[in-house]
């Protein structure tokens, strides 16, 4: 089995109303429980707004610290999940299914297995 990286893009700006909220974190949680079920899920988990991101970048062989995001843009990454799935069409069966309860786009991307891939 191959894990994968569920990320979720969500667009800059305010976060939807409540009443539209309640309903996607109510699909979010089935889906999560769906992932258990079926002994995919890995891990799971929202991210705060880019606001509260530290950067660190490697500069003359110093680390510098920067608040805020890595770069502006208009969607960060707001979330992910890790699953297990025995081959791509399933992650993207999942991810396709984390899309639909997120309503928003996301990312499949298989983890590196070792140095050979």
Not at 57 to 65: A, T
Not at 79 to 106: M, N, Q, V
């Amino acid at each position: 089995m191959t894990q994968y990286l569920l990320s979720v893009y969500q667009p800059d700006g305010p976060v939807p109303a409540p009443e539209i909220l309640e309903g996607i974190i109510e699909d979010i949680e089935a889906l999560n429980q769906e992932l258990k079920a079926a002994g995919a899920l890995v891990f799971s988990g929202g991210l705060y707004p880019p606001e509260k991101a530290t950067v660190l970048r490697p500069r003359s062989g110093e680390v510098l610290v920067t608040d805020g995001p890595f770069a502006e843009a208009e969607d960060h990454l707001g979330g992910f999940t890790i699953i297990e799935a025995p081959d791509l069409d399933a992650a993207l069966d999942w991810g396709r299914k984390l899309a639909a309860a997120t309503t928003l786009p996301i990312e499949v991307r298989p983890f590196q297995q070792g140095p050979e891939d």
